[in-house]
Each structure stands twice: as C-alpha cells, then as structure tokens.
C-alpha cells in the first residue's frame, strides 16, 4: 500500500495559479501509474474525473481536454513526490484534488486524502 498526502489547495481568485504537491511513500516509480483527480462540489467520489496522469515507466502525460495548457504534471523522484502546477484558473476548477497511485502489475489503487482548491469570480 502507497501512503499519499496531497497539500496546497487554497483559495485564489480566477485567473491566479495553484501547485499541488503529492507526497509518497512510494520509491520506484516505474511500478505506477499515477494520477491527479478532482471531485467537484456536489459531486460523489464515484464521479471524481481524471485531470492529468503521468506513467512512471516512460513519463508519459496526459490531461483532460478541460485543463490541456494550464495544467502540467510533473514527478520528482528525488523529492518521492507528485506536482500539478495549475495555471489561469477559472471557477469551474474549484473541487478536491485527490491524488491517485495505481500498481501496474496488480492494479491495486491508492488514493490520498484530498487537498481542496477553491477558484473565485
């Protein structure tokens, strides 16, 4: 089991940026896929939506078409840790951020317990 803790949510007006931080016990990244979700106000875990993921074996990215260019994951395995910088956000950002490790070879998941950003008008 991956122990995950998620920090840096705040309040920020429209516009301004957020960097999420995922701490991790985890140490050889090459065995996840991992993943920054987010769950909305309103929303159930169930409806959490994928916003960007990194594979650890070959860092490739993705990112849901709503954050394409303003959002950028990044891992840092000196540091055991997973970043989503957020940049020109908007209201509809708003929601917990939750951060997600999937072992490859067993598909075991780990979420961490959410960091809560919250974008003004």
């Known amino acids: 089991q991956v122990q995950l803790v998620e920090s840096g949510g705040g309040l920020v007006q429209a516009g301004g940026s957020l960097r999420l931080s995922c701490a991790t016990s985890?140490?050889?990244?090459?065995?996840?896929?991992m993943g920054w979700y987010r769950q909305p106000p309103g929303k159930d875990r169930e409806e959490r939506e994928l916003?960007?993921?990194?594979?650890?074996?070959?860092?490739?990215?993705g990112y849901a078409d709503s954050v394409k260019g303003r959002f950028t994951v990044n891992l840092d395995t000196a540091k055991n840790a997973l970043y989503l910088q957020m940049n020109n956000l908007t209201p509809e950002d708003t929601a917990i951020y939750y951060c997600?490790?999937?072992?490859?070879?067993?598909?075991?998941?780990?979420w961490g317990r959410g960091t809560q950003g919250v974008v003004y008008s």
């Open positions: 997600r490790f999937e072992t490859a070879k067993t598909q075991v998941v780990d």
């Open positions: 985890a140490r050889t990244f090459s065995n996840y896929e």
């Open positions: 916003v960007a993921s990194i594979m650890g074996r070959g860092g490739g990215t």
